[in-house]
Structures are given as C-alpha cells and as structure tokens.
C-alpha cells in the first residue's frame, strides 16, 4: 500500500511540475548498508533518494540526475527535576505550561524554579 501512494505522489508531484518544463522523477532509494556506517563511525541511519531530472527547452529534452541524502539522527537531550510537588493536578498544570509555551530542556530548569520559587 505504501508502495502505490509513494507512486502515485511522484506521478502527481511530476505532473504538476511539467508546466515548467522541468520535471523530476523519483527513481528508487536505498538505505546505507548498516555494516558500512559503523565502519566509519557513524550510529544512525542515511538514506538516499535518486531522482531523473527532465528539461525541455526548445523541443530538446535534457537529463540529469538529483541526488538526496537524509541523516535520521536521534539526539535526545534529558533533564528531570523531582519532588517538585505532591499535588498531581500542579504538576499536570505545570506540564501544560511548559507545553504550551514549547519549553525545552535548554531553559526549562530555570523555568521551573523561577515557578517554584516565586510559589513559596
């Protein structure tokens, strides 16, 4: 199934460029062998997407080649502050807060005890 809507995006997605006299067709994509990546130190994925470029100028078509890589890193980046309260609806109230305001972990604990500091 995942196969078909990929298909038929790329079919769009050429269609609509078309106008342009451009247009771009996805070819295939691979992921980096995993053996190869820890050979050189690296511990996430890369996948890459080839694609054939069409240009028509002049009743003349073109060819080329686009070339995508993407790097699937996972950087996490943690903090935890305890016994912060002992009322669950304060530390849902204060979790909404943070969400709400699209805290990180960058300014969130200063956040937090300028919060608790201010409540005591």
Known sequence: M???????????????KK?????????????????????????????????K???????EKNYGVEIIKKEYRIIEDRIQIEKLTKEED???ELLN??????????GAKDIIEDIYETDK
């Open 2 to 16: 995942l196969a078909k809507i990929k298909e038929v995006y790329y079919i769009i997605r050429r269609l609509q």
């Open 19 to 51: 106008g342009e006299g451009k247009v771009k067709t996805f070819f295939g994509e691979i992921y980096i062998n995993e053996k190869d990546l820890e050979e050189e130190g690296i511990k996430y994925p890369i996948k890459v997407e080839y694609y």
């Open 53 to 59: 470029t069409t240009d028509e100028e002049k009743g």
């Open 90 to 92: 304060e530390i849902e």
């Open 97 to 106: 807060l943070l969400k709400t305001n699209e805290v990180s972990t960058i």
